[in-house]
């Protein structure tokens, strides 16, 4: 067995703190993805995910392991001044439990950020997805809401553009996901720009779920081969 | 009947309690009611400072240049003893009025209930203690011993002087002349006598009071919504000092609620303003509650973004939409299985504190429906009327749909999309609002995943008539 420095087994993520337990993680639903989160999203913690154009997969991202949450808790899933409203058949294809799905459309920032912080901290969402003014957001929120997410033990998640890895942030997980041009599966290319115990990592990819063929409608004048 | 026993409540202070109601803020100011031109009754704040009963409106002022007058109301004192009869409710069922400060209540059978007379005391004058009364309380075998003796304030019918009882004016001045004052030197007297000397009235009226007499009372009967308004002495501006009516309406609401085993959906306040302007603010709840700090808290999230008029003079509070609370408040098991999170007090909460800051139209739940037009799959529905899952699970493979869908598609140029499998054909009839459309997943310039479609009659066209969509987005 090869000799391994302690800056090296850090850096691979291979030795980490007490507290990153699996328990304390939502497994992403995406293998290589958990390996480098040490099990996956955090349970009960903040996280940002940061992409340069909306629309390019970062809910399916999340997709899996929302779908566990409402397998298996009995709380809200709450979408917090979502650019638009997610569309019922997609959720549910995606086995997301509608009936837990809950939407917060607030009237400003303000109100925004204290819906945000009001259904982290209440602890009874187990995730929450949020939309905030770029512009207006200041670290010292951020804070509050990873706070918050401790102390309600919900996974919160933080969209913002990619322009924001410029500026610091007091999430304790930072991703960066970007398109990867390789059709006709969807793939992410995602880079860890902060994570507890571990070093920034670059070039993860996965594959979302890839939009399967549409069901053919015609009917099918071939009969199936007999097995005999 | 053997079993029967009466506790008189009597509010000496009712008069003057009903306008001290009126004051805003805790502040403790010399309170003063006036009846043709003397007051005929202070607070403690205006007695500590020497003004008296009885003494003249001017020497009220002249003694205590802060005094705040009030005339009479009598409306309001029938009102707040209407409210303060029904909040006994929860003591026993039979509570009556007995004249314009009192009440009775027949606890025979709520006295083992509540571990004997002088617990079920405690917690009578604790309620009313808590709303702001003063009062005195007395027990007796009939219902009017135990008035009078309220309004003595004595525990023997012997010592209670005539001018407590109910005779008639005419009658205690007979009574005087004859060097009788109290109630014990009346009842020692011959019957006879008294029949011969007095009308028979009187020998009912003792009749009564001793048991000799039958005397039922008359129950009252509860009404079914809960009102109750507070007028202000002066006008207020601020918002933040109206909360102090609001919190003293919400208190009453919840020992109302609790008296008759309620809980509240919806309260509505409206205030008005001293020139008939008006603006009400309704305050929802995902479950009924009682207790009157989830009352007060939700009344005051909405208050952040409620603007009450100018110069508001008095506070209302209705609430409409009861319903009985259930016995056991706490489940046996944590949750009721197949309730889902509907049926969970923590969940809803959280939809109560949001929508009481945000407006009841911020937050929504989704919902699948039936219907091939993908614009029309799905439909917004309130968030209190999410029972159960969001339409019925379906089965088989589900086709592949954006999570963010365009309200209205956005024409767009096929050229700057990549398209990605195959086509899927969307087409409903005439009697539908005739769609037809091919779908396909694309990919654009900056790595969207998008939804487009052609729409037409399906490639039979040529290529420039073609019209193409973005429909959403495979976020």
């Known amino acids: 067995?090869?000799?391994?420095?302690?800056?090296?087994?850090?850096?691979?993520?291979?030795?980490?703190?007490?507290?990153?337990?699996?328990?304390?993680?939502?497994?992403?639903?995406?293998?290589?993805?958990?390996?480098?989160?040490?099990?996956?999203?955090?349970?009960?913690?903040?996280?940002?995910?940061?992409?340069?154009?909306?629309?390019?997969?970062?809910?399916?991202?999340?997709?899996?392991?929302?779908?566990?949450?409402?397998?298996?808790?009995?709380?809200?899933?709450?979408?917090?001044?979502?650019?638009?409203?997610?569309?019922?058949?997609?959720?549910?294809?995606?086995?997301?439990?509608?009936?837990?799905?809950?939407?917060?459309?607030?009237?400003?920032?303000?109100?925004?950020?204290?819906?945000?912080?009001?259904?982290l901290a209440t602890a009874s969402c187990s995730a929450a997805l949020g939309w905030l003014s770029e512009s207006r957001l200041r670290f010292a929120d951020i804070r509050r809401l990873q706070l918050a997410a401790r102390k309600g033990g919900a996974w919160a998640t933080l969209f913002r553009p990619a322009s924001a890895t410029r500026h610091a942030s007091p999430a304790e997980l930072r991703i960066e996901a970007a398109s990867l041009p390789s059709p006709p599966a969807s793939r992410l290319r995602l880079d860890i720009r902060k994570r507890r115990s571990g070093w920034p990592v670059e070039g993860i990819e996965v594959e979302l779920d890839a939009p399967p063929a549409p069901p053919d409608r015609r009917l099918s004048l071939v009969p199936a081969a007999e097995s005999a | 009947?053997?079993?029967?026993?009466?506790?008189?409540?009597?509010?000496?202070?009712?008069?003057?309690?009903?306008?001290?109601?009126?004051?805003?803020?805790?502040?403790?100011?010399?309170?003063?009611?006036?009846?043709?031109?003397?007051?005929?009754?202070?607070?403690?704040?205006?007695?500590?400072?020497?003004?008296?009963?009885?003494?003249?409106?001017?020497?009220?002022?002249?003694?205590?240049?802060?005094?705040?007058?009030?005339?009479?109301?009598?409306?309001?004192?029938?009102?707040?003893?209407?409210?303060?009869?029904?909040?006994?409710?929860?003591?026993?069922?039979?509570?009556?009025?007995?004249?314009?400060?009192?009440?009775?209540l027949e606890v025979g059978r709520s006295l083992r209930l509540f571990g004997g007379l002088a617990a079920l005391c405690e917690e009578v004058e604790e309620l009313y203690r808590g709303l702001g009364h003063e009062l005195r309380l007395a027990a007796a075998d009939t219902p009017l011993a135990a008035t009078v003796l309220a309004r003595a304030g004595t525990s023997s019918l012997q010592a209670v002087p005539l001018a407590c009882t109910h005779l008639e004016p005419d009658v205690l001045e007979r009574f005087a002349n004859m060097g009788i004052e109290s109630l014990g030197q009346v009842l020692v007297l011959p019957a006879a006598e008294l029949g011969q000397r007095f009308d028979s009235e009187l020998l009912a009226y003792l009749g009564r009071l001793v048991g000799r007499v039958p005397d039922p009372q008359d129950l009252l009967v509860p009404t079914e919504t809960f009102a109750s308004v507070v007028h202000l002495v002066s006008s207020v501006q601020d918002g933040n000092a109206l909360l102090f009516p609001v919190r003293r309406l919400a208190g009453e609401l919840a020992s109302w609620l609790a008296s008759r085993r309620l809980g509240a959906s919806e309260i509505v306040w409206t205030f008005t303003a001293l020139h008939g302007e008006e603006a009400s603010l309704a305050v929802r709840f995902a479950r009924p509650r009682s207790d009157a700090g989830a009352l007060f808290d939700h009344t005051r999230l909405r208050f952040e973004g409620f603007r009450p008029p100018a110069e508001v003079m008095s506070v209302s509070l209705r609430a409409e939409s009861l319903r009985l609370l259930k016995a056991v408040t706490r489940p046996l098991l944590p949750e009721v299985p197949g309730a889902g999170i509907h049926g969970d007090s923590a969940a809803l909460e959280l939809v109560d504190r949001l929508a009481a800051r945000l407006g009841e139209d911020a937050l929504h739940g989704i919902r699948v429906v039936d219907d091939h037009r993908p614009e029309r799959a799905w439909s917004i529905r309130h968030v209190r009327q999410m029972h159960g899952k969001g339409g019925q699970p379906r089965q088989g493979t589900l086709p592949v749909r954006p999570i963010w869908l365009m309200p209205v598609p956005e024409p767009v140029r096929r050229g700057d999309f990549t398209l990605v499998g195959e086509c899927e054909r969307i087409e409903t009839g005439w009697w539908d609002g005739a769609?037809?459309?091919?779908?396909?997943?694309?990919?654009?310039?900056?790595?969207?995943?998008?939804?487009?479609?052609?729409?037409?009659k399906g490639g039979k066209e040529s290529e420039q008539k073609e019209r193409w969509f973005l429909h959403g987005y495979f976020a």
């Open chain 1, 1 to 119: 067995m090869e000799v391994r420095f302690l800056s090296d087994l850090l850096r691979r993520g291979r030795l980490h703190s007490q507290r990153s337990r699996t328990e304390d993680c939502l497994a992403t639903g995406f293998p290589e993805l958990d390996e480098e989160l040490h099990g996956g999203w955090p349970r009960a913690g903040l996280g940002e995910v940061l992409c340069a154009a909306s629309g390019i997969g970062e809910l399916r991202l999340l997709a899996p392991a929302l779908k566990g949450l409402c397998e298996s808790e009995n709380r809200w899933i709450v979408w917090v001044n979502p650019p638009h409203v997610p569309y019922a058949p997609a959720l549910e294809r995606l086995g997301i439990d509608l009936g837990k799905v809950l939407l917060v459309f607030p009237k400003d920032h303000r109100e925004a950020l204290w819906a945000f912080e009001q259904t």
């Open chain 2, 435 to 456: 769609v037809a459309r091919d779908y396909f997943v694309a990919r654009a310039r900056d790595g969207r995943q998008c939804w487009l479609f052609r729409e037409g």
């Open chain 2, 1 to 104: 009947m053997a079993s029967e026993r009466w506790l008189g409540v009597h509010f000496p202070l009712l008069k003057l309690e009903v306008c001290i109601r009126r004051l805003t803020g805790d502040a403790e100011v010399p309170v003063a009611l006036i009846e043709d031109g003397k007051a005929l009754a202070v607070n403690d704040v205006a007695a500590a400072a020497g003004v008296l009963p009885g003494s003249s409106q001017a020497t009220a002022v002249g003694i205590c240049s802060n005094i705040v007058c009030f005339s009479r109301d009598a409306s309001a004192e029938d009102a707040r003893l209407g409210l303060l009869a029904e909040l006994a409710w929860r003591f026993t069922s039979h509570v009556s009025l007995a004249g314009p400060d009192g009440l009775l």
